[in-house]
Each structure stands twice: as structure tokens, then as C-alpha cells.
């Protein structure tokens, strides 16, 4: 880990503003010599003095680069000064300020062991000892008490970091989306002016945000807009991944926007409601990504780096105690959205806001629609034109037509977004990002406009500013794309008051300069600057970024979706979809297959495009498989079991994977078949799934379409219960359209399930769901139907095996499956059986007890009765 020089700036300038208050000098008369009168309580001084020692171990370890227990000291340095503020505010209740000096204590004395320093021994109330004013034996038993006090303390520390790290390795070796929960305490600056603050999580390796930002709002008195939010202001940071989490460093970042004139000085004539930069706040969070820290409870100070002010606020000596910053707790969740509402519900509720990551969690399940546009003002270049200084921009970001931008979360979409303003910068840099969220059917005629405003700090002046550029972009391309993620350089055209307020009029305009390249290559002709409206010189650049589960980039993957649009060109379409990244696929995994689905079951009449869409879900799912994907395997599942529909797929995938195999000599064919036979497992599930579907339509019949069931043993429980379900119980006898059904049921099913039954554990927990799948199509055989099945056996031989094999069963099941106090189960259990027994004696005596064919182990069968 490599140490960052502002990491000692922070707690120096920390160290320095933390004590200004706490002594008074004077100069002993006749002197020259400063007399140091300590003002505050022992355990006070004792903090002062030893932050000091501290800080120069600290810097020692900064120059050696020792980065473990340089945050360590880091960490304890800022609890300590925490502490300190809390004792010389003078507010703690006597038993709360007891405890606390017992933390104190504790925690110098760990710190000292571990940075080698002498050991403090203290009395009971924690105060030091005097050596002239103790004896030698208790000052040896002091010294005893007090380092078993710190072993006890290190080995616990060290059990703690253990089962933290067995915490974490399970934590991320099991779970795929995390959940950061962050509560802001307090903020601590005396602005004088409105102020925003926005949170967010930061990778400062790559130099990019990882998540949206928080919002909150502080007015001038130093407390929050809603002020019944007043020390609990909580925020959940979701949809991260593993990977997010252990990236090598991740920060939480608290930018300060100051709500005001243009400068801090009072006069009414000012422009008011400027969103000037003030500050911003970073805490190394990588301990708590990690998993590795894990205290719910414990405050974190982070202290603000004012823009300009520092030196200001000093010389006014407003830090007494404390150094501008905030308070909030930290504790890592694992689980998405809906899992942490349901295993956290005293920590996240409904005034929690919900702070989305900037792109996908690691599994986006099936149903989950989303449907953001991150966009970032990034930086621009504007020509002062007659001023003598550098313009104060501002830009203005709108979406036409409706309030869909989100500066932060926890607050509703606004109309326009204001950005910050530098003072008369020629080449301002804002880094600034909102959320658009727009209904996906509005994506298409909606737009992103940019005006560029000069203010003055003077309000007289300010009011007559106009805005002297327009800049714009489309979300949707031409094709149906949604714009491409990445930078943007938009062409600054001069505001022409009449045409820029019409969008018919400058959407006919190009957007951004790779247009025009664009456009030059196609026609061979430069483009015109003296268009409808003029280009000025000035440049701007934005960024974009999309978290659509309905709006893709990809041209290929926008034919698929969109396939009833140009059915002509659906070959194509399915040729070029096993051309698209595997990571746009899953992305879009629901709406991909349904479109393959919906192609199969529309096109059902005829074969066109059987193989094609055949080849295609085996590419999905062998996709899938790869061990980049391999975490959306629970994605598929969940697709089969809730989301797929098609009743009718499984005539047409068996039929193509029969073709396959009947030609697997010739190369083409075999290499596909080869491919499917690695897809197996999905294949099945969805063959499956669609004759299940298919059943459950009671206007089918079951006979013309009878189940193989030799490649799906394990779904013979679900698909018999089923099919038992669809055909409902008759009286025995009774004729209609139900007797073939049970018939069919009868002659395919009875002898597998008694088999089934037979060489299955009684401890198996499907066991009594098999039992009660033979008692159902036993109750609704009647006397035809035990005639009929015996009439199927083709020697006698066959119908002794089944015989012996049914009375044996019987005798086994009887009373010994389901639970004794299951008396209305057991009871239609016995009667089944018995009418069955009657049965099948009957045919004991047709074949079995002349002389000529008597078997005495049959007969011996008939004793059941």
C-alpha cells in the first residue's frame, strides 16, 4: 500500500487545531522565561502529551513506508482526539464520562505497547501513578495489573482479527452482491451559508467513483434541512460486488458544496443561491470493504481540506476542539437490496436512502428493471470574450421533457441541475455527476440540453447575465441504441433565444464533434460552422454512463429484442447474436431468452429457424458456464423456474437435438451436437419445464402427447404430482373424459412409482410425496382400469413379478411413511390399499389357485387381506 503525503497533512493539521484552547502562558515576573499552566483535568494532558508522541512515531513510519501500522496509529490517533472532545465538552453524564475514560485508558496503553513505549500504570480511576507517592509493592503489582491488562487486550485484539478474517473469507467466498451501510452523525463547520454534501464511494487507483451520491442538505445554522434527521441520517450503498469491495483501496469521499454568494463576505447585494466549492472530506474505508473491521457502533471522524478557508477559519480560531469534519458509522451488509430489508430491518428501513452503484451488481436476477443514465459534467473551455478575466460559468443541465435528474439520492428528481461555479477560471473542471432515470418508452424522444451562464457576484449585474452557449445530446441514436457510455465532446453553439428554445430546430444540428467527423467522412464535405445556429469556440466535454436491464448499446443484440420489427432479417439476427460480448448478453439474460422463446413459439408452424435459435440458447448457457459468468448460473435458475413460459419449446428443442444426434457423421452437425452435449443440463431443465407448462393446459390432451421420462428422474416427483394435480379425482367407474387420462397415467406411471418407491430410503424426504403420487392414481383406478393394466403384462411370469413386488411394498408402507398423527392421510392410505389388494386377488384367483397353476408364494400374498 502506498502512503499518501496528505494522509500526515490530515492529522498534523488535526493535532495543531485540536489543542489551541487548552493551555494559557505567562511570563513569570522579571522574566523572560513562558510558564505553562495546564487549564484541563490529568486524563486531558495525558491525551495532549501522548497525541504528540504519537505524531512523531506516525511521520517516522510515514518516511518508512510502513503502511500497517502506519494506519493503525492513523485510526487510534483519530479515536483519541475524538475522545478528548468529547470529555472537554463538558456534556457527558458522570457514568458515561467513566466509561469513556476506562476506553481512553485502554486505548493509550495498547497504542504504547504496540509503538514499543513505556508502560503507564494507573490507579482504579485511571489516573497515573506518582511513583514518590507509592509504595515499590504496589507499584510492582500495578505494573503486573497493568500489562496482563495489555497481553488481554493484544490477544483479544488479535482473536477479534481472526474470527473478523474467518468472517470474511466465508462472507466473500459465499455471497456475490454486498451492501454498505453508512449513518451520517454529525457535521461539524461553521459555514455560515447553506451547504450541500454529497457521499460517495471512490477508487482513487483508477480515479473514478464507484457509486452515486448521497445527498444532504445543511442550512446556514449548522443543522439539516430535515431537521428530525438530526443525528441519524442513514444511507445504503448497494449493488457491490466482491470485486468492488477488494479493490486495493476504496474511500469514502464527502464533497462540500457552499449554497451562497459567490464569497464569504456580508452584503445584500450579492447574488445569492451560487453553488460554490467548499471542501471535501476522504476516509480510507479499505478495512471495512474488506471485511477485516467490523464495529457498527464506532464513530469515524473525517476531517474536511477547506478550499481557500483553511487559514481563514484558523486565524479566527473557530476549531477550538475540534477541525471541521463529520461523524458517521460504517457497517458492511451482505446481501442486495431486498435481502438486507428482510435480514436488517432495525438498521434499514424507509427513511434509509438508496445509493446506487454506477453500473451492475455481479448477478442481476431476472425481473429486476433498471433503467439509469449517469451523466458527469466534465470540463470546458471559454473564451472571455470582451470581459478583462475569465468567465464565472455556470452549466445548467436539463432533460426535455421531464423532472427525471437526481443531483443525489435521498431527495425527489429536479427540473434543471445548477453546477458548481469557479471563480473566473478559464478551464473549469466540475466532475460533476447526476442520475437520469427515465420511463424506458420515453428514452427515445428525450434529450440532454446544456446552457452556459456567466454569474456575477453582483446582483444587479448578475440579473441582466444571459446565457451565452447551448450545448445538447441525444440519449437514443438513430439505430435504437442508447448513447455509448465514455466521454463526449458536445459542440458549443451561441444562444440564439428564439431557435435554441426550439428543439426542432437544433436537433436537425449535430450534437458532437464525432458526428461531424462522422458526417465528413460520409459525404466528403467539411462542415459548416455558419449554420441555423452558430458554433463558438468554446469547447465542453461530458461523460456518460448507462445501468439499463432494458437499453443496450449493442446494435446486434437491439435486432434480437426488436426481431418482430424486421422479420425478414431474423436469420441474420440470430447468426449475429452469438457474436455479442457475453457480458452485454447477461446483462439483458431475461429479455434475451424470452426473445428466443417468443421466436420459437411464434414460429412454431413451421422449422425456419429451429436450429438457429437451438444454436443460440446453447451458446447462452455454455456462455454462462465460463468461469467469467459462472455467478449468473443462479440467474438461469431462476429464469426456468419463474420466469420461462413456453409451453411449446420442447417439441422443438428435442426435435432438433434428435436431428443432431441422427447426424452427428456429418463435421457440422457433430460440432454443434458437441456443443449441445455440453449444454446439457439447461437443455433438459427447459425441456422439462415446457412439458410441465404444457400439461397444466387442461385443453391438451394428454394422450396424444405421451412424456418420456428416462432423462428427467429427478422431476418425476414434481412432474407426476403435477399431472396429478391437472386430472381431477373422479368417482371409480364414473365414465368420461378423465378415465383415458388416468389410463394413460396408469399404464406410464403406476409401475415406475411403486418401483421408484420400492428402492428409495424411507428416511428420504420425497419419499411420502411418492406415496402419496401412487395412493392418488390407485384411488382413481377403477375396476376396468385394474383388468386393463393387468391385461398389459405379456407372460405370467411378469404379472408374479408385479404382484409379488405390490404386496411386499404394501406390507412395507403401511403405517411406517407418514406421521402417526397424520390420521386423515394414513386412513385414505389403508382404503386405497385394501381396495387394491381386492384387486389384485381376483386375479390371484383367476390365475393362480387352480391346481394346474397354483403359486404358493403368490397366494401367500393374499394373506394381506
Not at 484541563?40 to 512515531?57: M, S, Y
Not at 451560487?274 to 471495512?288: C, E, H, K, Q, S
Not at 470493504?289 to 457498527?296: F, L, P, R, V, Y
Not at 421420462?709 to 399431472?723: E, I, R
Request: aromatic share 8%; charged share 25%; glycine share 4%.
Amino acid at each position: 500500500m502506498c502512503l499518501q503525503v496528505g494522509d500526515t497533512v490530515h492529522i498534523l493539521e488535526k493535532l495543531e487545531a485540536t489543542f489551541p484552547g487548552s493551555y494559557c502562558s505567562l511570563l513569570a515576573p522579571g522574566s523572560q522565561q513562558e510558564i505553562i499552566i495546564p487549564a484541563d483535568l490529568p486524563l486531558v494532558q495525558e491525551l495532549g502529551a501522548t497525541l504528540r508522541e504519537w505524531a512523531q512515531i506516525w511521520q517516522t513510519l510515514y518516511v518508512a513506508n510502513k503502511a500497517i501500522l502506519f494506519r493503525g496509529v492513523q485510526q487510534m490517533s483519530y479515536s483519541l482526539i475524538e475522545y478528548r472532545s468529547q470529555i472537554v465538552s463538558g456534556t457527558l453524564p458522570k457514568d458515561d464520562l467513566v466509561e469513556l475514560k476506562k476506553k481512553v485508558t485502554a486505548k493509550i496503553d495498547y497504542g504504547n505497547r504496540i509503538l514499543g513505549l513505556d508502560l503507564v500504570v494507573r490507579d482504579e480511576a485511571g489516573n497515573t501513578l506518582d511513583p514518590d507517592k507509592t509504595s515499590t509493592v504496589s507499584l510492582f503489582r500495578a505494573h503486573e495489573t497493568a500489562s496482563r491488562s495489555v497481553d488481554d487486550r493484544i490477544q483479544e485484539e488479535k482473536t477479534r482479527l481472526q474470527n473478523l478474517e474467518m468472517r470474511r473469507q466465508t462472507l466473500f467466498s459465499t455471497v456475490h452482491t454486498y451492501s454498505l451501510l453508512m449513518n451520517l452523525k454529525n457535521f461539524v463547520c461553521n459555514i455560515g451559508e447553506d451547504a450541500e454534501l454529497l457521499m460517495s464511494l471512490y477508487d482513487p487507483d483508477q480515479s473514478e467513483f464507484i457509486s452515486e451520491n448521497f445527498l444532504v442538505r445543511w442550512d446556514s445554522t449548522g443543522m439539516p434541512k430535515e431537521i428530525e434527521k438530526l443525528n441519524n441520517l442513514p444511507a445504503l450503498f448497494t449493488d457491490l460486488s466482491s470485486s468492488d469491495l477488494m479493490r486495493q483501496r476504496v474511500f469514502l469521499v464527502c464533497q462540500i458544496i457552499r449554497v451562497g454568494s459567490m464569497e464569504l463576505k456580508e452584503g445584500k447585494k450579492h447574488t445569492g443561491g451560487l453553488r460554490r466549492p467548499f471542501g471535501v472530506a476522504v476516509m480510507d474505508i479499505t478495512d471495512i470493504a474488506h471485511g477485516k473491521t467490523d464495529d457498527e457502533d464506532k464513530q469515524h471522524f473525517i476531517p474536511f481540506h477547506l478550499q481557500r478557508v483553511l487559514l481563514v477559519f484558523a486565524s479566527l480560531n473557530l476549531f477550538t476542539c475540534l477541525l471541521p469534519g463529520l461523524f458517521v458509522t460504517l457497517k458492511l451488509l451482505a446481501g442486495d437490496l431486498a435481502q438486507v430489508r428482510k435480514d436488517y430491518p432495525h438498521l434499514v428501513d424507509r427513511s434509509t436512502a438508496i445509493v446506487r452503484k454506477m453500473g451492475f451488481p455481479e448477478i442481476i436476477l431476472p425481473g429486476i428493471v433498471r433503467n439509469d443514465i449517469y451523466v458527469t459534467l466534465l470540463q470546458g473551455e471559454f473564451d472571455r470574450g470582451k470581459k478583462k478575466t475569465p468567465k464565472n460559468v455556470e452549466v445548467i443541465l436539463s432533460v426535455h421533457d421531464d423532472e427525471v435528474i437526481f443531483p443525489g439520492a435521498g431527495y425527489d428528481g429536479i427540473t434543471e441541475y445548477k453546477s458548481v461555479i469557479y471563480y473566473q477560471v478559464k478551464q473549469p473542471c466540475w466532475n460533476e455527476t447526476v442520475k437520469v432515470t427515465i420511463p424506458i418508452e420515453d428514452v427515445c424522444r428525450c434529450h440532454l440540453r446544456v446552457l452556459f451562464r456567466h454569474r456575477s457576484s453582483q446582483d444587479s449585474r448578475d440579473k441582466s447575465e444571459k446565457p451565452f452557449g447551448m450545448a445538447f445530446d441525444r440519449l437514443m441514436r438513430r439505430d435504437g441504441t442508447t448513447l455509448k457510455d465514455g466521454r463526449h465532446e458536445l459542440i458549443v453553439y451561441k444562444v440564439d433565444v428564439k431557435k435554441t428554445e426550439d428543439a426542432k430546430v437544433y436537433l436537425t444540428l449535430p450534437a458532437t464533434w464525432a458526428e461531424v467527423e462522422e458526417k465528413e467522412k460520409q459525404t466528403g464535405k467539411p462542415f459548416h460552422h455558419s449554420g441555423v445556429i452558430p458554433v463558438t469556440k468554446d469547447t465542453f466535454q461530458i461523460a456518460t454512463l448507462t445501468c439499463s436491464t432494458k437499453l443496450t448499446q449493442n446494435v446486434d443484440l437491439l435486432g434480437l429484442l426488436n426481431w418482430r420489427s424486421n422479420p425478414e432479417d431474423l436469420g441474420q439476427i440470430l447468426q449475429r447474436l452469438m457474436e455479442v460480448e457475453g457480458a452485454e448478453i447477461v446483462k439483458f439474460l431475461q429479455d434475451t431468452l424470452d426473445a428466443l422463446f417468443n421466436i420459437m413459439m411464434e414460429t412454431s408452424e413451421k422449422d425456419t429457424y429451429d436450429s438457429l435459435v437451438f444454436d443460440a440458447l446453447v451458446f447462452i448457457i455454455t456462455l454462462i458456464g465460463d468461469i467469467k459468468f459462472q455467478h449468473f448460473n443462479p440467474v438461469l435458475e431462476t429464469y426456468i423456474n419463474k420466469h420461462f413460459s413456453a409451453t411449446l419449446a420442447y417439441m422443438k428443442l428435442t426435435k432438433v437435438l434428435n436431428h443432431y444426434v441422427g447426424h452427428a457423421e456429418e463435421p457440422a452437425l457433430a460440432e454443434r451436437l458437441y456443443a449441445a452435449l455440453k449444454a446439457l443440463k439447461y437443455l433438459f431443465r427447459f425441456i422439462v419445464k415446457s412439458r410441465v407448462l404444457y400439461l397444466r393446459y387442461p385443453r391438451r390432451s394428454i394422450q396424444n402427447n405421451p412424456l418420456s421420462l428416462s432423462c428427467c428422474k429427478t422431476y418425476l416427483c414434481h412432474w407426476v404430482s403435477t399431472v396429478l394435480e391437472i386430472v381431477p379425482e373422479a368417482v371409480p367407474s364414473v365414465q368420461g373424459p378423465t378415465r383415458g387420462h388416468v389410463q394413460l397415467i396408469m399404464e406410464r406411471l403406476l409401475r415406475r412409482v411403486n418401483r421408484t418407491v420400492i428402492s428409495m430410503d424411507r428416511s428420504s424426504p420425497l419419499i411420502g410425496h411418492y406415496l402419496a403420487c401412487m395412493t392418488a392414481i390407485l384411488k382413481q383406478m377403477d375396476d376396468m382400469h385394474y383388468a386393463h393394466y393387468i391385461s398389459t403384462f405379456k407372460t405370467r411370469q411378469d404379472i408374479i413379478d408385479f404382484l409379488m413386488e405390490t404386496f411386499l411394498m404394501f406390507k412395507d408402507l403401511m403405517g411406517d411413511v407418514f406421521p402417526a398423527d397424520w390420521m386423515i392421510m394414513n386412513l385414505v392410505q389403508m382404503k386405497v390399499f385394501l381396495r387394491a389388494i381386492e384387486q389384485y386377488s381376483d386375479v390371484l384367483n383367476m390365475y393362480f389357485l387352480d391346481q394346474a397353476h397354483f403359486e404358493l408364494e403368490v397366494s401367500t400374498g393374499a394373506a394381506l387381506r
